[in-house]
């Protein structure tokens, strides 16, 4: 048996996205922006997956939807637009970020903090959560941005959007969120609260990969990315990538069909799931159930270094994450459990388990059995877990 529960670093292309998108490699491969029937062909299949993805976003049509190659790109893309629009002109010179973006984020923020850029990194609370509050706090004259993710990519962590848009309207800073897991997850409405830019990537909601979108309010600035067309309204020229955007746009249909389904029978499975692994002893969990996304567990195992667990996870045919894929070669601590203050051993410990619409009740059944025995067979081997002393402080509350 293979079983993928790491669907936060990527996701299974739904068999109806691929369906829709084949016939625009080998049979209606023309260029959009050509003069004949093979590019007309391509014209009202475009045009109806880009309204799929306003409308799964609910962003009117006076604003716009940029399609990029995924979501590193439409991060980096705001916050270089960001230097040129604000530091550049001498305008302002400050950006305002959590210390668990995503490294698209975090390494964009510190290059831009090498050209003279102020970046200020909030801390995350005990739950793994960003409070609105100290986004006041920090916001001065200076600040031109602030970019907080919708949701975390390793614990699922929700973040208050609504409330850190709202102390940005009323401050007058541009507000960014990166909603890469959020899409399918919760609903993501941009008019139901103040937000002037949003990121997306389809690969995340069962679409293809290689395809993303950088939303943006009507009025706002963004600087173009790529010059030489008119593709993308000018802000990024190059031939558009026509399958993935009938892709993204017929995965996001789906998303929103099946959001009610992940929020409820994905949610109940994953409860299940995370209840069941609480019940082996010196296990922690981070942000409570109610305020994550309904496919994610980040779970600790003391004593159990988290390599050594996807190892035997991965040899039962089980996939799961120690954390972000982007970081896994290297053997880092889990960002996420450093920020919230847990101890070295504790951060080594953690693994990512994410469950998508396509996760069954067997598959979980059975990689509760395969972790119950790794867990026994890591633990008899473990020398930093036979000397962990009696009342051991983690740092974390167990949930
Ligand atoms: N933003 C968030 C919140 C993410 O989770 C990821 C990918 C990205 C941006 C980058 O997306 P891409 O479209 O450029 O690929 N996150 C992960 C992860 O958690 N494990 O592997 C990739």
Not at 82 to 96: A, L, M, R
């Amino acid at each position: 048996m293979k079983i993928y529960l790491d669907n936060n670093a990527t996701t299974i292309v739904d068999p109806y996205v691929f369906d829709e998108m084949e016939p625009f490699f080998v049979q209606k491969y023309g260029n959009p922006n050509s003069l004949h029937y093979f590019a007309s062909e391509t014209h009202a299949p475009l045009k109806e997956a880009m309204q799929k993805i306003y409308a799964g976003i609910h962003a009117p049509e006076e604003d716009s939807v940029v399609i990029t190659s995924c979501a590193t790109e439409s991060n980096n893309w705001v916050f270089k637009s960001i230097y040129n629009e604000y530091v550049i002109t001498g305008k302002k010179n400050h950006i305002i970020i959590s210390e668990v973006e995503h490294p698209s984020i975090i390494a964009t923020a510190k290059y831009l903090e090498n050209l003279g850029c102020n970046v200020t990194y909030l801390p995350i609370n005990h739950e793994g959560i960003i409070e609105a509050d100290m986004v006041r706090d920090y916001i001065t004259d200076k600040t031109a941005l602030v970019s907080i993710m919708w949701a975390n990519n390793e614990t699922g962590a929700i973040f208050p959007v609504q409330e850190i848009g709202d102390i940005c309207a009323e401050k007058d800073v541009l507000f960014h969120t990166d909603a890469v897991q959020a899409i399918g997850k919760t609903p993501v409405d941009v008019q139901s609260f103040n937000v002037d830019y949003l990121t997306m990537s389809a690969h995340k909601f069962h679409g293809p990969k290689g395809v993303g979108a950088l939303y943006m309010k009507k009025g706002k600035e963004l600087t173009p990315l790529l010059h030489g067309g008119s593709q993308m309204g000018g802000y990024r020229s190059g031939t558009l990538n026509v399958a993935g955007i009938v892709g993204m746009g017929k995965a996001m249909e789906q998303a929103i069909d099946a959001l009610d389904f992940e929020m409820s029978d994905i949610r109940e499975l994953r409860d299940h799931f995370e209840e069941e692994l609480l019940k082996i002893p010196d296990t922690f969990v981070v942000t409570p159930r109610e305020k994550r996304t309904p496919n994610t567990i980040l779970i600790s195992f003391r004593g159990i270094e988290g390599e050594s667990m996807l190892w035997d996870l991965n040899r039962s045919g089980i996939a799961a994450s120690t954390g972000s894929a982007c970081a896994s070669e290297d053997l880092e601590s889990n960002p996420v459990m450093e920020a919230i203050g847990a101890e070295a051993d504790l951060a080594h410990t953690a693994i990512r388990f994410s469950l998508s619409r396509y996760t069954t009740e067997e598959e979980i059944e059975f990689t509760l059995a395969v972790v119950k025995e790794a867990v026994d067979r890591l633990r008899g081997i473990s020398s930093s877990y036979a000397y962990a002393p009696e009342g051991h402080e983690s740092g974390l509350e167990a949930h």
